[in-house]
Structure formats: C-alpha cells, structure tokens
C-alpha cells in the first residue's frame, strides 16, 4: 500500500467551469436552430428552441451548482491530510486527518457509455469530482483506493464492480 499520495492540479476557475458547460449549450442550440430553421417555420423555432434552453439549461445549471465545491489538490501521509479546494470563485485550503473522510464511487453511466464520479465529504463539505475538468478517471481510481486501503474499509461489490469498469475504460483506446 502507498504511504502517501500526492494529486495536483492547475486551479480551473469557476468562471471557465460555468464557460464549458455555457459553450455546450450554445452550440447545441445553434445546431437544433439550423435544423429547425431549414424544416419549419419561424414560431416552431422559437418554441423549440425554448424547449431545449429548458431542458439543457437546467441540466447545466444543476452540473454547475454539483461543481461549485471544486476540488485541486489533495495531499496525505496516511494520517494527516491536505486539501486545496475552490468555493465558487474562492480558493481555500484545509488540513485534516484521515478518519474525517468518506469516499464513495457513483456510477452515472447512460447509453452513451460508462461515467463515473467520485463523491468525496470532507469535514462535512462534499465535492463531487468527474473526469469532466482536470481529474483524469486513473486519478479518481487513485485516490478512492488510497481512501479505502488507508482506512481499512472492504470494498462492496459495487465498488469493485465500478473499479474494474474504470480499469477497462482507462485501458480502452479512445
């Protein structure tokens, strides 16, 4: 087992969190916009294009506000741990011991394909971290075994069962 881990990384903003998901949604729209724009008439464009904005923009709304606690760093020796987090646009920095920390994997797959997001609550803050920004799947892996190896947690069949899709995504060329 690892005596101690170390996972940094550059500070995405809020700001540039929010602009990914804003750029996603625009281009959505203007291609339904150019869809539509060609097939039907003006107010059906419009009503569509209300729709979708609807639809789209609470789906981003809700991945953002999941994201306003935006890990960046994590640090630990076994025993004592680091963290360097974000608060919507606020940098912070928390020290605490292992035993304050509860790890779990959830699996948020769709049929598109298999996703994943590691749930963190550390001293009652919960972050929700993804492969979406600067966390890479083999990371989260990482990390979650660390928590669970450090603290001498067994792994359920759903932890192993998430782990080894992980394992098989990350070995899977893109």
């Not at 916009?33 to 709304?61: P, Q, V």
């Not at 304050?100 to 699996?107: D, G, M, Q, T, W």
């Amino acid at each position: 087992m690892k005596r101690e881990i170390k996972i940094r990384h550059y500070s995405t903003s809020f700001r540039d969190r929010s602009q990914y998901w804003l750029y996603i949604l625009t281009f959505i729209l203007a291609v339904f916009f150019l869809l539509f724009w060609f097939r039907n008439g003006f107010e059906s464009i419009l009503l569509s294009m209300l729709i979708i904005t609807f639809m789209l923009g609470t789906s981003i709304a809700y991945r953002v506000w999941k994201n306003r606690l935006y890990l960046t760093d994590f640090e630990s020796d076994l025993k004592n741990i680091s963290i360097r987090y974000f608060n919507g646009k606020t940098e912070h920095t928390e020290y605490t011991q292992l035993e304050n920390i509860k790890v779990e994997l959830k699996n948020t797959s769709s049929r598109s394909g298999f996703n994943c997001e590691l749930r963190l609550t550390i001293n009652h803050k919960k972050f929700v971290i993804e492969d979406t920004f600067d966390w890479s799947l083999s990371e989260m892996k990482n990390l979650f075994e660390y928590i669970k190896k450090s603290k001498s947690e067994p792994l359920t069949d759903k932890d192993e069962f998430n782990l080894s899709r992980i394992e098989e995504k990350i070995n899977t060329p893109n």
